[in-house]
T-cell receptor, first 110, second 115 residues
Framework: AQRVTQPEKLLSVFKGAPVELKCNYSYSGSPELFWYVQYSRQRLQLLLRHISRESIKGFTADLNKGETSFHLKKPFAQEEDSAMYYCALSSSGGSYIPTFGRGTSLIVHP | DTGVSQNPRHKITKRGQNVTFRCDPISEHNRLYWYRQTLGQGPEFLTYFQNEAQLEKSRLLSDRFSAERPKGSFSTLEIQRTEQGDSAMYLC?????????????FGPGTRLLVL
């Protein structure tokens, strides 16, 4: 069975501080990992995915298969980063049915 | 707005009543997904369609739940004999098929409250 664990329900930082939102997963095959974000009063949207190896809005995430982690990082948090962040996993190829973590609420204080 | 739309946005019903939700995906997307999200949790997969075919259903989708996508465009999710435990946000998402197009586009959700 595939599982995604986001250990922090809430992460509170000050503007300009580094941010790391943790995500650990369990999956026996070759996973596809994603981060989704939901800003206040907006719909859930994709932030980034590991296969793209991209940086979006200053966020990056590296898949560490040895530690089964896919932590989301940003060196300098901005107030507009305040949102709910969900880590998700799906099997590579096929039906693409993601399993989501419970989410981490990031609050960036001015 | 060419995004995924869902109606109604909110629904309050009494226990035992039936409710039906509608999802209109992005027009060229042939895959459509339904999720349920309860407070403090991430979205949980319920079922998905490729065109009009329902290809997979979660164990969460009890006999009281039924989903259809008769013409491969919009979809409906019906809950019969609602229970208080059905109170949740019901999310719909769509995506095109293709190796690199794994992105799902989510709708705003329908929030259900069962009294």
């Amino acid at each position: 069975a595939q599982r995604v664990t986001q250990p922090e329900k809430l992460l509170s930082v000050f503007k300009g501080a580094p941010v790391e939102l943790k995500c650990n997963y369990s999956y026996s095959g070759s996973p596809e990992l994603f981060w989704y974000v939901q800003y206040s009063r907006q719909r859930l949207q994709l932030l980034l995915r590991h296969i793209s190896r991209e940086s979006i809005k200053g966020f990056t995430a590296d898949l560490n298969k040895g530690e089964t982690s896919f932590h989301l990082k940003k060196p300098f948090a901005q107030e507009e980063d305040s949102a709910m962040y969900y880590c998700a996993l799906s099997s590579s190829g096929g039906s693409y049915i993601p399993t989501f973590g419970r989410g981490t609420s990031l609050i960036v204080h001015p | 707005d060419t995004g995924v739309s869902q109606n109604p946005r909110h629904k309050i019903t009494k226990r035992g009543q039936n409710v039906t939700f509608r999802c209109d995906p992005i027009s060229e997307h042939n895959r459509l997904y339904w999720y349920r999200q309860t407070l403090g949790q991430g979205p949980e997969f319920l079922t998905y369609f490729q065109n009009e075919a329902q290809l997979e259903k979660s164990r969460l989708l009890s006999d009281r739940f039924s989903a259809e996508r008769p013409k491969g465009s919009f979809s409906t999710l019906e809950i019969q004999r609602t229970e208080q435990g059905d109170s949740a946000m019901y999310l719909c998402a769509s995506r095109p098929t293709g190796v690199w197009t794994e992105t799902q586009y989510f709708g705003p959700g329908t929030r259900l409250l069962v009294l």
